[in-house]
C-alpha cells in the first residue's frame, strides 16, 4: 500500500516562505511523476507543479517564478519551496504521485 505523507504547511505572512515535503513509503516517487496540487474551499482542486523521474518541471503560470519543486530520490521526497507567497497562495496543498495516488493534503495559510 503506497502512502504519501504531506508536512511543513502552516501559516506564514505574505511574502514568506515555506517549503513543502512529500515523503512515500516506497519507491514509488522515483519511478512516477509527481505533482503538487492545491485546494480552496468552494474551489476545484488545481495544479501547481510537477516533476519527472528524470527531473523535468513544469509549473502552473500562478506559481512560476516563485516556487520550486525538486526531488530526493534517496529519501522517497518531493519538495515544494514556495517563496514570496501571496494570500491568494492559501489553500490545501496535496501531493500526487503517479496518478492513483494523493496524500492527505496539508494546510498552507498568507495571512498577516
Known amino acids: 500500500q503506497v502512502q504519501l505523507v504531506e508536512s511543513g504547511g502552516g501559516l506564514v505572512q505574505p511574502g514568506g516562505s515555506l517549503r513543502l515535503s512529500c515523503a512515500a513509503s516506497g519507491s514509488i516517487l522515483r519511478f512516477s511523476v509527481t505533482a503538487w496540487y492545491r485546494q480552496d474551499p468552494g474551489k476545484q482542486r488545481e495544479f501547481v507543479a510537477s516533476?519527472?523521474?528524470?527531473?523535468?518541471?513544469n509549473y502552473a503560470d500562478s506559481v512560476k517564478g516563485r516556487f520550486t519543486i525538486s526531488r530526493d530520490n534517496a529519501k522517497n521526497t518531493v519538495y515544494l519551496q514556495m517563496n514570496s507567497l501571496k494570500p491568494e497562495d492559501t489553500a490545501v496543498y496535496y501531493c500526487?504521485?503517479?496518478?492513483?495516488?494523493w496524500g492527505q493534503g496539508i494546510q498552507v495559510t498568507v495571512s498577516s
Open positions: 500526487r504521485a503517479g496518478s492513483a495516488f
Open positions: 516533476i519527472t523521474p528524470g527531473g523535468i518541471t
